[in-house]
Every structure is written in structure tokens, then in C-alpha cells.
């Protein structure tokens, strides 16, 4: 249960929900196999797609269903891929959950038109069902990158977004519930003020098992100017204007807007944020930079496997005493890297206690290290 308060190390029983990256399983060589199952709660598959007629579809069906594993089977029919990989690791541990999560930033352009009207919600929620109950998944995980825009450039969105929203979450909630109790609804939500407005805060949750708060990505390489990625609390000395931009201001956001504290969720990176041709100044925070590092795998992201094995043993680490986060400088070579690391995401962890919130999501499992500690940090001090 998610209820039940006290501090670190109080036996609390928080979610902790792992995003696992379709995509992992190329490049990154990151597998279902790999999934530490023992120590997260809920495993949300990074994602399925909407066509072009607003139904739930393969994102990617090689990886999905039809990879060959050890063990598979070649029979016509047979499922393989990371579906039938995540029906083995359930097997394994009954208590785990797992849902098929929908949209993401890239392909979050179809939802308008599916959230349109009551035909086109209700043929969307049947097929995000189907799909998901039919490839052995607990529920659905709604990922829409944003309601009433925001998104990625190009995405289809309206005004009327936001009562869509929440008509379209009803749907699902319907169609779930009409296949038996027990089936999972949850939503990764935005982080920044703006587009919280563009949700019905209050008419949502009642709907939702729980929101998943997208409480990172608060600064990064669209900006021209160093920040961090996602801070607790507000930083003395952050130009930005808007002092609500870190974990803390995003959570009582819903909070004020009357989402229930056992709800909520909240987001962990992995990851961090990188900029370069930093000016030496400040350790290089809130600086002007001139441009983008080449990442772990795209420009100016680093997984936090790279940045521990690669960045933090050459180059000097500061921690912000207000945001509680971490930072590298290299003031030679003008890069700066802001970052979680298990200790901050400890102390992000301890605010879930102490706050009495629903627990912790974080994206993405191939982001840890090979010894699992971001995600032993959490689930230390939440299970």
C-alpha cells in the first residue's frame, strides 16, 4: 500500500516505478534480463504508439514481440520479444506490476485527435486495452507530452485538451474496469506550472491508481545558460524567473490542486544534463554556454552509468546546499554537467517519507550502473 508515514528507514511501502526503454534492448544492450525486478514495484514499457486513426499500437514490434530470448519459442503465434521477457519476470515475482505506457515525447501526436470525442476516447481506450491485457501487461500508463501543447514541435493539440484529458482517462478507466478489478491506470504528468494548468488536476486522480510526476528536464540544452536538471527545492541565485521550477514546487502544485499525497509520485533521472563552452564562473552554475556536449548517446545527456565511470573521477563536483543536487565543472574545458547521484536521490527519497507521497519513478532502468546504485538508494530508504 502506499499509504502509511514516518522517515527513512521506517519500513515505509512506497511504488517504485521503473521505466524500461523500448529501445534499450539495441544500442544500450539493456534487457528485460537486465531489470533488477526485486527492488522496484511497477515496470512501465517505454512505449506504444497511436496511428494515424487514434488506436494503441506496436511502437516497435520486433522488440516487443518477436526477438528471440534463450527459451523462446519459433511456433507460429508463439510471443517473444520483451512482452513475453516481462509474462518470465512476473512469473518470478508475483508482486510485480507491469503497464503498457502510451504516448511518450515522440509520439504524442495523435492524442488530441483521440481525446476528441466520445467515439474516437472510447475506440482509444479499447485498443490501449486490448493491447496491453492482451500481452500479459496489469494496466495502461498514459504518457501524453502535453495536453494543450508544449510538446514536441509539430504535435497536434487544442484548448479543449484539458477536458479531453480527462474524458479520455475516464474511458480508460471504463474499459479497464469492464475487463475485471484490479487493472492499473496511471499517467506520467508534467512538472512545469503551465502545462499542470492544462490538466484538470482535481477530476483526474479520482481515475487514476497514480501520477507519475515528471519532476526533471526543469533545465537543459534548449537553454543557452547552465541550470539544473532537476533540483528539490528552488536554488538561491537561479536567474530563472520562475522559483516553482524544481521537484518541491512541482509536487505541491498537485498537492494545492487536491491530488491525494499517497498519489503521487515522484520522477528520478538517471541521467543528466551537460553543456559546454561554460564561462568560468559561479563553478560554472547559471552560466552562459556556447554550446552542447556529445552525450552517452545524444547531445548533452549523460546516463549516470558514463557520467559515475567516465566524468566524476575528472571532474570537480559541488553540491548545491538550497536545490540538494549535485553538479561537475571542468573549468579548463568549459563543461558542466548537472546530474542525480545516490546520495541526492536519497534525499529525494526522504522527501517522499516525509511528505507521505506515493513513492518514486524513474526514467530510465538503463541509466544505473551495473551495481544498481541509483536504484538501491531508493529502494533502501522506500521499501
Not at 534487457?31 to 496511428?51: C, E, L, R, W
Not at 519513478?361 to 551495473?370: C, R
Amino acid at each position: 500500500g502506499a499509504s502509511g508515514s514516518g522517515g527513512a528507514g521506517s519500513g515505509a511501502q512506497k511504488r517504485i516505478v521503473a521505466y524500461f526503454a523500448e529501445w534499450g534492448v539495441y544500442g544500450r544492450n539493456y534487457h528485460v534480463t537486465d531489470i533488477p525486478a526485486g527492488m522496484v514495484t511497477h515496470i512501465n514499457y517505454a512505449f506504444a504508439n497511436i496511428s494515424a486513426d487514434g488506436q494503441c499500437v506496436l511502437g516497435d514490434s520486433y522488440a516487443d514481440v518477436d526477438r528471440f530470448y534463450p527459451g523462446d519459442s519459433w511456433d507460429t503465434g508463439a510471443l517473444r520479444g520483451s512482452f513475453h521477457q516481462l509474462q518470465l519476470l512476473k512469473q518470478a515475482h508475483p508482486n510485480l506490476k507491469t503497464l503498457l505506457s502510451v504516448g511518450g515525447w515522440s509520439w504524442s501526436g495523435h492524442f488530441s485527435d483521440a481525446a476528441l470525442t466520445d467515439a474516437s476516447r472510447t475506440r482509444f481506450a479499447q485498443s490501449c486495452v486490448d493491447l496491453a491485457l492482451g500481452n500479459g501487461f496489469d494496466g495502461v500508463d498514459i504518457d501524453w507530452e502535453y495536453p494543450g501543447g508544449g510538446g514536441l514541435e509539430g504535435n497536434g493539440f487544442r484548448p479543449e485538451d484539458k477536458q479531453n484529458f480527462t474524458l479520455l482517462l475516464g474511458a480508460l478507466r471504463s474499459a479497464l474496469d469492464a475487463r475485471g478489478p484490479g487493472h492499473l491506470l496511471s499517467i506520467a504528468a508534467p512538472a512545469g506550472g503551465p502545462k499542470i494548468m492544462n490538466l484538470e488536476i482535481a477530476s483526474i486522480h479520482p481515475l487514476l491508481d497514480h501520477i507519475n510526476v515528471m519532476t526533471y528536464d526543469y533545465h537543459g540544452g534548449w537553454e543557452h545558460a547552465t541550470g539544473f536538471n532537476a533540483a528539490l527545492f528552488a536554488a538561491s541565485g537561479d536567474p530563472t524567473a520562475d522559483r516553482t521550477y524544481n521537484v518541491d514546487g512541482s509536487v505541491k502544485a498537485f498537492l494545492q490542486g487536491g491530488t491525494p499525497a499517497g498519489k503521487l509520485v515522484v520522477g528520478m533521472p538517471f541521467y543528466g544534463r551537460g553543456w559546454s563552452g561554460v564561462t568560468n564562473a559561479n563553478d560554472g552554475l547559471f552560466q552562459p554556454s556556447t554550446g552542447l556536449p556529445m552525450g552517452t548517446w545524444e547531445m548533452g545527456v549523460f546516463d549516470w552509468h558514463d557520467i559515475a565511470q567516465n566524468y566524476l573521477p575528472r571532474m570537480t563536483r559541488h553540491v548545491s546546499t538550497d536545490a540538494k543536487v549535485p553538479w561537475l565543472f571542468d573549468a579548463a574545458t568549459g563543461l558542466m554537467i548537472s546530474y542525480d547521484d545516490p546520495e541526492s536521490l536519497g534525499r529525494k527519497a526522504d522527501y517522499v517519507n516525509q511528505n507521505d507521497l506515493g513513492g518514486a519513478m524513474f526514467w530510465e532502468l538503463s541509466g544505473d550502473d551495473a551495481q544498481h546504485s541509483l536504484l538501491t538508494a531508493l529502494h533502501a530508504r522506500l521499501r
